[in-house]
């Protein structure tokens, strides 16, 4: 009879560290179910991989003299079409811009796309839609001739209504205009004569 209330005593702690222990492993794992969307959180998700994926266009449906635009890392890239009387505008345009060949370092341009065209083909100009200058949306003004904002002899080409850059049908900026480079060509590479692949370089 003496020994029963340390009996009471051990088992009431013995007890309490049990139900101690359950409430610890309880919170641990409840810890758990907090910290795991926190962590997740920090690794891309789905869409922003996606975003910095290659992006493949099929270009088949794209007319002479006309142009789309696709998205590549949440940026516009253009594809125009250029036509062959689109192309012979640039030789009287080299004159006339800021860098013709290309040798600028701000954007470099891929070697594939230093010559007169800016491009693998001379067909088809690709370039990122976003003035070198602050990062504005040029639009295209593709036809030839006087137009407000645009000089009389105007050839064609692309131009940032924000601060007035022009480029001719190159993507060059012209001479002493606010844009320090010409329009950024993306990595890219034709994996057949209608499909192109934008975020991609063919191997050496």
């Known amino acids: 009879m003496s020994n029963e209330p340390g009996k009471s005593a051990e088992a009431a702690d013995k007890s309490r560290r049990t139900w101690i222990g359950i409430t610890c492993a309880a919170g641990?794992?409840?810890?758990?179910?907090?910290?795991?969307?926190f962590v997740a959180s920090f690794t891309p998700s789905e869409r922003?991989?996606?975003a910095g994926a290659p992006v493949e266009v099929d270009i088949s449906g794209l007319a002479p003299g006309t142009m789309m635009s696709v998205e590549w890392r949440g940026k516009p890239v253009w594809i125009l079409r250029r036509t062959q009387a689109m192309l012979e505008t640039l030789k009287k345009t080299d004159g006339e811009v800021a860098d013709p060949n290309s040798e600028r370092t701000a954007f470099?341009?891929?070697k594939y796309a230093q010559n007169e065209w800016r491009s693998i083909k001379p067909e088809y100009l690709i370039v990122v839609g976003i003035c070198t200058h602050l990062g504005c949306?040029?639009?295209?003004?593709l036809q030839a001739g006087p137009q407000p904002s645009l000089p009389d002899n105007w050839e064609g080409g692309f131009l940032c209504p924000c601060h007035g850059?022009?480029?001719?049908?190159?993507?060059r900026v012209f001479k002493n205009k606010p844009a320090p480079d010409n329009l950024e060509v993306p990595p890219h590479m034709y994996l057949s004569d209608s499909r192109l692949?934008?975020?991609e370089e063919q191997k050496a």
């Not at 641990?28 to 969307?37: C, F, K, L, N, R």
């Not at 949306?137 to 003004?141: A, C, D, L, N, V």
Request: glycine share 12%; proline share 13%.
């Open 165 to 171: 850059s022009t480029f001719d049908l190159a993507a």
């Open 137 to 141: 949306s040029p639009i295209e003004k």
């Open 197 to 199: 692949l934008i975020g």
């Open 28 to 37: 641990a794992v409840g810890g758990i179910g907090v910290a795991t969307p």
């Open 48 to 50: 922003a991989k996606a």
């Open 108 to 110: 470099p341009t891929p």
